[in-house]
């Protein structure tokens, strides 16, 4: 995380939008602090009142810049992570091939200090009595996966790779789903456990066309 602008800022689909002129310097400040808590706290347990706290600023800043918790947590999430805002679909020529690259992207996020991934799923996890959060995430992460997986497998039928007359799109929410389940155990969805999705429930349900 730094004190950069936010890279999103125009996209964000939360950001309350305040009439006349707002500081946006202590933007990063506050995003900052938001991440920090919900690493620290998760989700249901952060406040407010903390995220003023560690941000420096008094909480109406924060209602002047976002709306509710649901807001700024999303915001938060897009500021640390802007990828999120984008469906990078790899596209290597093989159905394969684009399956490593995802193992591969996944694997960025493995020494990471803040294990991105498992924390927006958590965020998921834990927001599941917000519809306004859930939304957010479905938008951000959830249904993102299921696009990009189902832009592959679509790919991979147009190349004659697999069934044409198939709907993959079962397929398309394995991935999600079990990394939703992972999560829920405690256990880390990293690019080995990517790997072993792929390699013992996608490629063979394919394969068994």
Known sequence: MSDQENPVDAESKLRRRTDGRLDRTRDPAILNAALAALVENGYVDTTMNDIAARAGVGKAAIYRRWSSKAALITDALVYWRPDLMTDDVPDTGTLEGDFDEIVRLAARNDDEEVFSYDLVLRVAVEATHDPHLGSALDELTLL???????????????????????????????????????????????AKFVREVLDTLILPAIRAQ
């Open 144 to 190: 993102k996966g299921r696009r990009v997986m189902t832009t592959i497998l679509q790919r991979a039928s147009a190349r004659g790779e697999i069934s044409a007359d198939r709907n993959w799109s079962l397929i398309a929410d394995v991935l999600t789903g079990m990394g939703l389940m992972r999560v829920i155990s405690g256990q880390r969805v990293d």
